[in-house]
């Protein structure tokens, strides 16, 4: 693999490396990826590209053994090496993994496709480690879309792409408005629309989901909005005494292997 060497921190070439703190590289274009697992999922996804690596000296051999299936690196997407020092300097922070990636979309957001899987709705989740969670937990069992409100924050940015382990870049997600709108959707096209609540009525362990569900997941201090609650089924998990609710990925971690295993064959 092609290499290109970096010793200037303000070298220009790398500037979509430059200091890459969340708060940063808004609004620069594009997101960061960081570490060989997630630029995995980078590297082979359909719906993203990666436009170049920045990898610390000291990993380029474990780099170049790891990513040997994707020729494009070193030809059509540059690879930029330099020393750890050099690599932190650049990035703002100590580059643990030593290895980054910049991605883009290939296009803007695609028409919404919901699939035959069951769907993940994110409404209001404002943290990022709570949403790059909620992703792993989508892709490990059987998510077919993950529908975003428009409160919710942006899965691409690099501690929910993390967080992730790369999952944001091969599971579908879309942005689809408020919440209503996204149950406007959901029911219109036939799916049973379920929502997660420390006051639900209906226990998870006897609930039985339809062919095609959706499952609502709110942020853990406002929660979802009454009026939502009031107008679909609300489940509980079952849960010792002294606590009325779990964190957001914990409970979707539940619901969703309930949901993945009573459709198992």
């Known amino acids: 693999m092609k290499t290109i060497a970096v010793t200037d921190p303000d070298d220009p070439r790398i500037e979509h490396f430059r200091d890459v703190q969340e708060r940063d590289i808004v609004g620069r274009g594009g997101f960061i990826a960081e570490g060989k697992v997630v630029i995995d999922h980078l590297l082979a996804s359909p719906r993203f590209a990666a436009t170049s690596l920045l990898v ?3 990993r380029i051999a474990g780099v170049q053994e790891r990513f040997a299936e994707f020729p494009q690196l070193g030809q059509q997407i540059p690879v930029y090496v330099a020393e750890q020092a050099v690599m ?6 100590a580059i643990h993994r030593g290895v980054l990636a910049h991605g883009q979309r290939l296009s803007e957001q695609a028409p919404l496709e919901l ?3 069951p769907i993940l709705v994110a409404a209001g989740i404002s943290n990022h480690d709570n949403m790059g969670s909620l992703f792993r937990n989508a892709a490990a069992f059987g ?4 529908l975003l409100d428009d409160t919710s924050c942006d899965p691409l940015y690099r501690k929910a792409l993390r967080v992730s382990v790369g999952t944001v870049l091969s599971v579908p997600f879309f942005r689809a408005g408020n919440v209503r709108d996204i149950f406007d959707i959901l029911s219109n096209a036939g799916f049973q629309c379920v929502a997660l609540s420390p006051g639900g009525t209906v226990h998870l362990d006897e609930w039985q989901p339809a062919d095609r569900v959706a499952v609502f997941f709110g942020s ?4 979802l909005p009454q009026y939502l609650l009031q107008s679909i089924d609300t489940l509980t998990i079952a849960m010792a005494p002294g ?8 409970a979707a971690s539940i619901t969703l292997h309930h949901i993945y295993t009573s459709k198992r064959p």
């Open 220 to 223: 853990e201090g406002q929660g």
């Open 143 to 146: 998510v077919s879309a993950v």
């Open 88 to 93: 932190d300097r650049i990035a703002g922070f």
């Open 243 to 250: 606590l009325d609710s779990l964190n957001v990925s914990a």
């Open 115 to 117: 699939g035959d899987g």
């Open 56 to 58: 610390a000296r000291s």
